[in-house]
């Protein structure tokens, strides 16, 4: 019971995280710019990847630097604990919490872009999407940069829109089974199954000549792109903190 109650939890928080990238990102169907699912899944812009010593390292940080970043994360983690709280204990409005996401994950990029200079917050934006992989593409600055049309968009809009509804159904089936059979771990491997298939008809929205510009965003490539994906896509990550230099993560 105790584990239902874990992954049910787990499920429905990343659909609300999924909703408030919606709120953010695309804009395809009137949405508001911002940030897409990839950042807003775990991070904001950069969230948990500033808090990583391999990618403090790849973008040069300074000590100044690093104690500002977890300064910001341990406040988005207490953030987003009191949030996860309130939605376990069954409080609060859904769309209203959906929006405090959105807004936590703004606030986030907004102060940690004020630590980084030009040339960091490049490359973190190449690091970004090379863990991201296409759900970069619900990123407004990628679509920007890629000259993604409105059709574009909310044919964008329309694959996160399922794959929320998914994570629904997941969440759905979870609860009337009872927490029975694999648990968590099918419930995980459900949900990259799920990923990966939005992955691929998001790829499918491009152009070649769009494919080929996303491609050359992802920079030079970055070692731990893999272990990084980790916190999106439900596996185990490397290296997570930077030797006791960094905090938790954001939004």
């Known amino acids: 019971m105790k584990r239902l109650i874990k992954v049910t939890a787990i499920v429905a928080t990343m659909a609300m995280l999924v909703s408030a990238s919606m709120a953010q990102g695309g804009g395809g169907q009137g949405r508001g ?13 950069g969230g948990n990847l500033l808090a990583r010593e391999d990618v403090q390292k790849e973008l040069n940080l300074t000590d100044a630097q690093k104690s500002k970043i977890k300064a910001i994360m341990d406040k988005a983690a207490e953030d987003r604990r009191a949030m996860m709280e309130e939605m376990r204990n069954g409080g609060g409005d859904r769309e209203a919490m959906t929006k ?4 936590a994950q703004a606030k986030v990029k907004k102060e940690t872009d004020a630590v980084l200079n030009d040339e960091q917050k490049k ?27 409105d059709a574009q968009k909310k044919s964008l809009d329309a694959v996160q829109q399922k794959q929320m509804d998914r994570m629904r159904e997941m969440m759905e089936e979870m609860r009337n089974s009872g927490g029975g059979g694999g648990g968590g771990e099918d419930m995980r491997a459900a949900m990259q199954e799920n990923q990966k298939k939005m992955e691929t008809e998001m790829l499918a929205v491009l152009t070649a000549e769009q494919k080929t510009k ?3 965003m992802k920079g030079k490539k970055f070692e ?28």
């Open 33 to 45: 710019q911002g940030r897409g699912m990839g950042q807003g899944m775990m991070g904001g812009r």
């Open 100 to 103: 405090q996401m959105a807004d």
């Open 123 to 149: 490359r973190l934006q190449e690091i970004e999407i090379q863990v991201q992989g296409a759900r970069a593409l619900l990123n407004a600055d990628v679509q920007k940069a890629l000259g993604i049309t």
């Open 214 to 216: 996303f491609e050359s």
């Open 224 to 251: 731990g792109a893999a272990q990084a994906g980790g916190q999106f896509g439900g596996g185990r990550g490397g290296n997570r903190g930077g030797g006791g230099s960094t905090g938790g993560g954001g939004f």
